[in-house]
């Protein structure tokens, strides 16, 4: 609570202001002034009410963890620094609340950071969903599709080094609970044309550097690139050892995104193929009829055409005559006529363009089919969509790309203006609400310019690119001219107006875009309008046997030579307008969110704010117009309805519901807030309220009001749960006290039962007591004396005979009963025996029963077989008991691991010995099939592994830490050092680390490059790659180890053959020293066919040319040797001190 009601904003603590709409006065100056003190306090973001202006910082900020992400999560805009979170933030929980779609539409020109802003939000709305494994995979595959597109549709211009070449717009699709379930990307107008063609200091699209430099020699070989010294299409020294690392993102990414093996192949044959056709040179030749023909120069020299249609799967000679020849046909005649070498030129690079161009496509489509939603819930699914799109481009000479691309820009404005200027205005005036009318520049009439259907300049394109006769772009510029001549925002040398403007060249036209004029050269606009690709080319791409360009499932199914294309594909304008159409279409559906990305500076750099660029930007976004009806206007409406949603329980009249009028429901509400009532003002189905903070302070309300809520709720419950606790407490409290109770009155009543009792035999003795006297009393009279004591004598002796007869009653009894009990017993007995007889006569009755019947059944049976049919039988039963012994072994066999050690027990004894040969047998089998399955590469790596094994397995205790390390060979990347290329003329490196030569003269370790090429082991010093020492491979008679856990390696040398002086032994100290002398003796080997010799020994000798022959001593690793090895040197022995904890390669 405390959390929540602290009273936190963005004006705490802030650099200028956090929202321009506070700025006071409100001016242009001001407004940069603000943005640049921001920039350079680090503070890039800022608001306009909420659309927030992201400035480059062009430097890595600390503003984008984890834990930022937390402290942004369901706050409210104005509640923290602004921040693209911030925003991220609002979309998604507008999102997941109240279900609206959303729209992250994020502009700005090329290096403003678009491209970055846009992963920002992909990476906050990732953090802000569940953490399932189902979810983390969607995000993942999500995130995974930028490192793909990145590299196969960004390069480097001279205004951005990771410029997006393409426009992109991403819907991301999420279910109830906001998780994201899906995805579909669009991509808008590829820069096809860089691929064959890049300004002085850009580059290519980045996939090709990425290629050369980060593929293992084995991909190399298979694009057949590993040979190829220049390509024309690209200058091999651009690319940099990051694509190297790049290209492993891409892979790993196309991994994640659910390419198979084969698909990427496909992928990067193509793009290997395109660089491959880019070489291909034609050479004009003339031809008898004396027309100009042209052949392939390098054809019979290079294996160029050879490899490509190796690669492309297409026959050699469909591809040549493609390149070379043109086939035309008209009313069922076919004429085919030949190409001159400028036109062949031109076609090869038309098919490269265009095959890298619909592989792209291709692959937005495939990553498409992997992230599409696929569970039943697609109906409820919520929308937010991210548009990462080209921003404004103005250069010295734009062409038909930047006329596009100023297009889609236009159309962009066309929708801020129409959501956030207009529509603002016109809902105050239809809500009924007191406005000032604020002027703005409404880019419509450019777009009308543009795109009109009748007179707009893409349908003039269109009207002569169908045009039959003479077309060219000079007819184009005279149609503009005449059509759109008059219009206010075109301007062509024709035109009165501009005919001394030398500015404006005869061959261009100038819009004035609502970002300023751009003069564009009508060059070329007809043919990249056009879009075709002539027929023999797409024939021959259709033939390929490619699994990605041929047939009818391929890049190109209009080259299926059976049909006749009547139609002509539709023009890049027409394609072009249409997905504009339908992505303003699906933007105008959505709640828009804006990221206005401004671009500080030219030089890319993180201090310098240019303010005459940050001006003409903020000019051609419109943000100061943005600012002014954020000022005058209010900041947040919302539906009368929404707002008793939303803020019902902040008063008593309203909660739990309200069912009167809505908007006087709003009334009851904001009267018990006391918010002052200039704060807000009531429209007809809405309520509008001025200032932001209001909003934050109605919010802090409603949290507070819900927690009161949550109390509530909590109270009750805890009391009707006590409640129930009670109830059945007393229950048992009753239950319990009635059973006591019961038993404390039982007692007392057996008390006062037997208490009765004694009383009353006391009473009754008492009485007969007292009857007794007076009969004694009476006895004692005379008469009756006598009679008495005959009485008494008579009793006694009657006692005594009745006493006899009862004992001798009882002898008889007992005696009777004993008899009776034994002869039971007899009885019993008898019966027993007579049971058990019965049972065992029973018993041998079967056994008799079965011998017989056995007896007879084999008699009966001896007529129906021959003499040897017991022989039949038992080989029989053999082969039965061996069938089941099979297939029990065949269902229990182990793994196909060979390092499975399981193996089912045989309980055949007369099969022991066949087991263990089967268990063999099966083990060989699918060591075999192991084997098979590896890959050559794999193959080499666990030969290099075993040759190690042998070397040192059980020799040197730091073996077995070497186990689990790859032989990596080039540890230090120094093939693709540049340095290297130069200095090590063309050595190939099968070995290069860091590590230290130790001096002979004073045991000293300094510092170098250990290297092995295939001919020689050098010594090469760090930074200049200048070479120390070399030791030919004929010259390596041995090397040297001790058997601890260290890196010291001594390499013994014969005298060189060459007559140099002989520098002796040398000793080294390298970390991978095991893969080193892996490496070094199977090179021996290879080289002179004899084995390398391998000592290891604590002790041996050395021979480094010093007076006396000299001994080296490895003493016990010691706790007193810290860091690494020591060297000391005496008169005649090197002593090698070690530490305990093995390898480091310091000295
Ligand atoms: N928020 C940021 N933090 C740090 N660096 C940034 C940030 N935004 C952009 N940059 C830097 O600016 C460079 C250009 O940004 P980005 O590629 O996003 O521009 P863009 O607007 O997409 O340009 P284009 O239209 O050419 O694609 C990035 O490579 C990065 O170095
Ligand atoms: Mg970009």
Request: proline share 3%; charged share 25%; glycine share 6%.
């Amino acid at each position: 609570r405390n959390k929540t009601m602290a009273v936190r904003s963005m004006l705490d603590e802030m650099v200028g202001v956090g929202d321009a709409v506070l700025l006071e006065p409100l001016s242009e100056d001001n407004f940069l002034d603000n943005l640049q003190k921001r920039f350079q306090h680090d503070e890039i973001y800022t608001y306009i009410g909420n659309v927030v202006v992201s400035t480059n910082p062009y430097k890595t900020l600390p503003i984008y963890d984890a834990e930022m992400i937390e402290k942004y999560r369901g706050r409210n805009l104005y509640e923290l620094p602004p921040h693209i979170y911030a925003v991220s933030d609002l979309a998604y929980r507008s999102m997941k609340n109240y279900g609206r779609d959303q729209c992250i539409m994020i502009t700005g020109e090329s290096g403003s950071g678009k491209t970055e802003a846009s992963k920002l939000v992909m990476k906050y709305v990732a953090a802000m969903s569940s953490r399932s494994t189902e979810v983390e995979t969607i995000k993942q595959q999500l995130l995974q599709s930028n490192p793909v597109l990145e590299a196969f549709g960004n390069a480097r211009t001279n205004r951005n080094d990771n410029s997006s070449r393409f426009g992109k717009y991403m819907d991301i699709e999420f279910d109830f609970k906001g998780d994201p379930v899906g995805g579909l990307i669009t991509n808008y107008l590829l820069e096809k044309s860089r691929v064959v063609r890049h300004g002085e200091g850009e580059r290519n699209f980045h996939i090709f550097y990425q290629i050369l430099c980060g593929a293992s020699p084995t991909m190399l070989k298979k694009l057949k690139l590993e040979n190829v010294e220049n390509f024309s299409y690209i200058k091999q020294l651009d690319a940099n050892p990051e694509d190297a690392k790049s290209f492993n993102e891409v892979l790993n990414a196309f991994d994640i995104i659910g390419f198979s093996r084969s698909e990427v192949d496909n992928v990067l044959m193509l793009v290997a193929a395109v660089l491959k056709l880019g070489n291909i040179r034609f050479k004009a030749i003339s031809a008898k009829n004396g027309m100009d023909n042209c052949t392939i120069t390098n054809m019979e020299e290079h294996p160029e055409v050879a490899d490509i249609c190796e690669m492309l799967s297409i026959k050699p000679h469909n591809l040549t005559s493609a390149l070379t020849e043109r086939t035309m046909t008209a009313r069922k005649e076919s004429v085919t006529c030949t190409l001159s070498a400028n036109e062949a030129s031109y076609n090869r690079d038309a098919l490269c363009k265009e095959i890298y161009d619909r592989l792209f496509t291709w692959l937005v489509n495939r990553i498409n089919s992997s992230i599409k939603v696929t569970t039943q819930t697609n109906k409820k699914c919520k929308v937010m969509g991210v548009l990462d799109i080209y921003g404004f481009e103005v250069f010295e000479q734009n062409g038909f790309e930047q006329f596009m691309i100023n297009y889609c820009n236009e159309k962009l404005q066309q929708i801020f203006v129409e959501l956030t200027l207009r529509e603002e205005q016109e809902e105050y005036v239809k809500e009924g609400i007191e406005w000032l009318h604020i002027d703005y520049f409404n880019n419509a009439i450019i777009c009308q310019l543009i795109e009109s259907p009748r007179s707009g300049i893409l349908s003039m394109l269109d009207e002569e690119c169908l045009r039959p006769g003479d077309v060219t772009d000079a007819t184009l510029l005279t149609k503009l001219e005449t059509v759109c001549g008059k219009h206010e925002h075109f301007e062509s040398r024709r035109d009165t107006r501009f005919l001394g403007d030398k500015t404006l060249p005869h061959n261009a036209f100038r819009i004035q875009h609502y970002a300023g004029k751009v003069t564009y050269v009508v060059e070329n606009f007809i043919d990249k309008n056009n879009n075709s690709l002539f027929r023999n080319l797409s024939t021959a791409a259709f033939l390929s046997l490619h699994p990605l360009l041929g047939g009818a499932k391929g890049l190109f199914p209009e080259g299926d030579p059976l049909t006749t294309m009547l139609k002509r594909p539709p023009t890049s304008a027409t394609q072009f307008k249409a997905s504009m159409t339908a992505l303003m279409k699906n933007l105008l559906m959505k709640n828009p969110n804006y990221i206005r990305c401004i671009k500080p500076n030219e030089v890319k750099r993180s201090s310098v704010f240019s303010s005459d660029l940050v001006r003409h930007q903020v000019r051609y976004l419109g943000l100061m117009e943005n600012v002014r009806v954020r000022r005058a206007g209010y900041a947040f409406r919302q539906k009368y309805e929404d707002c008793i949603t939303r803020y019902k329980m902040l008063s008593t009249k309203t909660w739990p519901s309200w069912h009167g009028p809505p908007k006087e429901g709003v009334k009851q509400i904001l009267l018990k807030t006391k918010i002052d009532p200039e704060q807000y003002e009531y429209g007809k189905s809405k309520i509008f309220i001025r200032n932001p903070r209001t909003l934050f302070k109605l919010e802090e309300y409603r949290n507070a009001a819900l927690h009161d809520i949550a109390t509530t709720i909590q109270k009750t419950w805890r009391g009707y749960h006590h409640w129930k606790l009670f109830q059945i407490m007393r229950q048992a409290q009753i239950v319990i006290s009635k059973t006591v109770k019961r038993h404390q009155n039982q007692q007392r009543y057996l008390k006062l039962k037997s208490a009765t009792i004694v009383m009353q035999c006391f009473i009754r003795g008492w009485k007969s007591t007292f009857r007794l006297r007076n009969f004694y009393s009476g006895i004692r009279s005379t008469q009756s004396t006598f009679s008495l004591r005959n009485f008494y004598s008579g009793i006694s002796q009657s006692t005594f005979s009745l006493r006899n007869f009862y004992s001798g009653i009882r002898s008889t009894q007992s005696t009777f009963s004993l008899r009776n009990f034994y002869s039971g017993i007899r009885s019993a007995r008898c019966l027993l025996r007579a049971y058990k007889l019965h049972k065992l006569q029973c018993i041998s009755v079967s056994i008799i029963a079965a011998h017989w019947k056995g007896y007879t059944t084999r008699r009966e049976y001896r007529k129906f077989f021959r003499a040897n049919a017991g022989k039949v039988i038992a080989k029989f039963m053999e082969k039965y008991v061996v069938y089941l012994y099979l297939t029990k072994t065949r269902d229990s066999l182990p793994s196909s691991s060979p390092i499975d050690k399981k193996w089912s027990s045989c309980k055949y004894q007369f099969l022991s010995s066949t087991h263990p040969i089967l268990r063999d047998l099966f083990h060989k089998w699918r060591c075999m099939k192991y084997r098979k399955g590896l890959t050559p590469q794999r193959k080499t790596e666990l030969s290099e592994k075993l040759h190690a094994s042998n070397l040192f397995k059980g020799k040197k205790s730091l073996y077995p830490s070497s186990l689990v390390q790859k032989f990596v060979g080039d540890h230090v990347t120094l093939s693709s050092n540049q340095k290297w290329r130069k200095v090590g003329g063309g050595a190939i490196i099968i070995f290069a680390d860091e590590g230290f030569k130790i001096h002979r003269n004073n045991g000293k370790f300094v510092s170098c490059y250990i290297v092995m090429t295939d001919n020689a082991v050098l010594l090469l010093e760090e930074k200049s790659l200048k070479q120390k020492c070399r030791v030919a491979v004929h010259d390596i008679s041995g090397v040297s180890f001790s058997p601890y856990q260290d890196g010291m390696m001594i390499l013994h040398c014969k005298p060189p053959a060459e007559s140099k002086k002989h520098k002796g032994d040398l000793i080294l100290n390298v970390a991978h020293s095991i893969e080193l002398a892996t490496k070094m003796s199977l090179l021996v080997e290879k080289s002179t066919n004899q084995k390398l010799s391998c000592i290891i020994e604590q002790n041996f000798m050395v021979d480094l040319k010093c007076k006396s022959p000299m001994s080296l001593q490895f003493n016990e690793p010691s706790a007193r040797v810290v860091g690494g090895p020591t060297v000391k040197k005496n008169k005649h022995m090197f002593i090698v001190g070690l530490p305990v904890n093995g390898v480091s390669p310091s000295g």
